[in-house]
Each structure stands twice: as C-alpha cells, then as structure tokens.
C-alpha cells in the first residue's frame, strides 16, 4: 500500500513508518517533528516562524501546494489528530476535505487529548475511574477549568466531531482513548494499535552495577499537572533525601528525541506519569532500555491487551500517591529485582508494542475498512 501519515508526536508516527516499511509498505511521514523533540520525518510541515494571520496563510497556502503535488493518490492517509496542523478549524477543514477527495482512505490515530476525550471525561458518566480530568465521584482532576473550556471551544470541538463523522476508522494508541471512542463514539470503526517503538534504533543500555539508584523524573515543560509531576516529584525528592549518597535524581528539561533515547540509557528508574492507565511513549521507551518506569500499568489495561502476568513497572494510584517511596525502597534495597524488573520490561515491550506488532495492527484494520 502507499500510506501518508500525516502529523506526529513523540515520534509515534515515525515509529509506525519504520514497521510498515519493514512490511513492505511505501510510506510518507509529513509532520513538524513534533516541534522541540526534532523527530525524523519525510516531509516537513512546521507552521512558520512568524505568527499572527500572516503566519496562518502562508502555511495554508503551503499546505495547498503540498496538496497539489504530494498529498494525493494514497491508498491510506492516517491523521495524527483532528488537529493534524497547528491552523484554526475553520482553516483545517477544507485541507480535510482536500485529502479526501484527493486519497483513498483517511483514518485517524487517536494518541492524544482531543475535544472529544474532553467532554467525555468531563461529561455526567466518564468511562474511566478517573484521569487527568476528573477523579471520580464528581471529584475535579488535575487539570484547570480554562483548559477544560480551551479544548471544549465550540468551533474546535464542532470541527473535531466533523473529522470523528469523516473517518474511515480510528486506531487508538492507548488504552484510555480506546475506551473513550469507543463510549463516546460507539459508530465509528474502532481498533487498537497500541504505541509503537522502533526496538532496532534504540542505543545499547549503559552498565551500572553499582552506584546510587539513578532516578529521571520525567516530564514536558508546561505539562506537569497533566502528568501529575506536581504529585509525583516532592514523593521522588523526598525519598532520595531519606537516603543520602544512595539515590541521584536528574531532571533535565525538555530534550530533542535523539538526545533523550541516549539519556535514557544512563538511567535505572523513569518516573513519567500518575493518571494513566498504560505506559505512554517515555515509559515504554525507558522499559524497552530496561529500566523501570514509573507509569499506569491498571487492571484494566491489562485485561485489554491480554498480559495475565504482573505488569514489570510501577503503578501509582493517585488515589495513594506516597506508595511510590515503597516500591523505590524495594527497588534500592535489591539490585537483583530492580534488573530483573527491567528485563521483564524489555520482553513486554517487544511483545506488546514493537513497531513490527504495531504496524501489523495498523495493516489489518486498513484492510478491512479500507473503500
């Protein structure tokens, strides 16, 4: 097939090119590089420098002339988002209209907060027990009021229910996106896909047989609470301070891709996030380097892709946020099952979420929605 994949972030998408490539597929990557992580793709489409409705048209009029001569004639066009490019819905939507006319299928990947998680997990009957958003029992989660009313703007949420009407399918990236389509959107084509990682380009895992337990707390600049580093981190400090000599903490800002993957590599521990129900991109790159990582890793997630075995991370509840100092303690006190922890997560991701089982995911459900 000859597949545009249009949109990026954390490399997601570029992972996915990898493993279709390897399946035999011709593939383009058109993305922004997901902006400050400078991810490898085919085709740049990074909005102008100069903001401002000047900055708008002149990447509208970008977009058309890539229209024109390269976003046409795929068997497969796969949308990173409803909002594929950083223009407003009303600038959106004809290029959506555009890619259909001019492609085959367009099918969306859903692998990030859109308007539609949203409203679902603000609404009266969230399907998950909790999240970012809210905690349960009408309890307000981490994430503000204004942030809440930026996403659930009418325009942009008409425009994202007009694309959920549009698709050909929707292939979900987590756990929690899938069960949020699949109540909020129970008519639209839905498969999972899971988030793939590009097991072949990762660097070698540096050897530490001694020395402090090495601890990353992770998170983008600007999306602390959204994470729930705002909880996880004072725990993190905290517990390294109860052990002085034994226990590094770094936290280094927002990294490019390439420069991540190698820092990675140093690294025992990865605390990434408190309201998940899945490990996300970091956490399962950090497990496939074999370290363990501090991620969701619920009941629920497990059930859904099969795993009958313990999850090899650490899951937090937000609910009891300070048993994160025990299982650290563990992990400090036993070398052994902090390495033997890590090997488990490197089979689990190579299992579950290599790019190779990902891209076959992805392959399957196109051909079977495909027109």
Do not use: C
Request: proline share 6%.
């Amino acid at each position: 097939m000859k597949i545009l994949l249009l949109g990026d972030a954390s490399n997601y998408h570029r992972a996915l090119s990898v493993g279709l490539v390897r399946r035999g597929h011709s593939v383009t990557l058109a993305s922004d590089g997901s902006r400050w992580m400078g991810t490898e793709r085919d085709i740049d489409v990074s909005r102008p420098n100069f903001s401002g409705p000047l900055g708008g048209a002149a990447f509208v009029l970008k977009f058309r002339n890539l229209l024109r001569r390269e976003f046409r004639g795929y068997d497969v066009v796969q949308l990173a988002a409803p909002t594929f490019a950083t223009l407003r819905p009303s600038r959106l939507r004809p290029i959506f209209n555009e890619l259909r006319r001019r492609n085959g299928s367009v099918f969306l990947t859903a692998l990030g907060t859109d308007s539609l998680y949203v409203k679902t997990l603000t609404g009266p009957t969230p399907p998950l027990r909790y999240s970012e958003w809210h905690l349960g029992d009408g309890a307000v989660g981490a994430m503000s009021e204004e942030a809440r009313r930026a996403w659930l703007e009418p325009k942009l949420s008409e425009y994202t229910d007009f694309v959920y009407d549009s698709v050909d399918g929707v292939v979900s990236a987590l756990y929690e996106y899938h069960a949020v389509v699949s109540a909020a959107r129970p008519d639209v084509p839905l498969a999972y896909g899971g988030i793939p990682i590009d097991l072949q380009s990762l660097p070698a895992k540096a050897e530490r047989q001694s020395g402090p337990l090495r601890i990353y707390a992770a998170a983008h600049l600007g999306r602390e609470r959204e994470k729930g580093a705002d909880v996880l981190f004072p725990i993190v400090r905290e517990f390294a301070a109860a052990h002085p000599g034994r226990v590094e903490i770094v936290e280094p800002p927002n990294m490019p891709y390439r420069e991540f993957l190698n820092f990675l590599g140093g690294v025992d521990v990865l605390v990434d996030q408190l309201y998940s129900y899945t490990p996300a991109t970091s956490a399962l790159l950090a497990m496939a380097m074999g370290a363990v990582a501090v991620t969701g890793g619920e009941p629920e997630y497990a059930e859904f892709i099969g795993e009958k075995e313990a999850l090899p991370l650490i899951n937090v509840s937000p609910y009891e946020p300070q048993a994160l100092g025990d299982s650290l303690g563990l992990l400090l006190k036993n070398r052994e099952l902090l390495a033997d922890t890590g090997h488990r997560a490197a089979e689990f991701v190579a299992r579950h979420n290599s790019a190779d089982v990902v891209a076959a995911r992805f392959e399957d459900f196109w051909q079977r929605r495909m027109k």
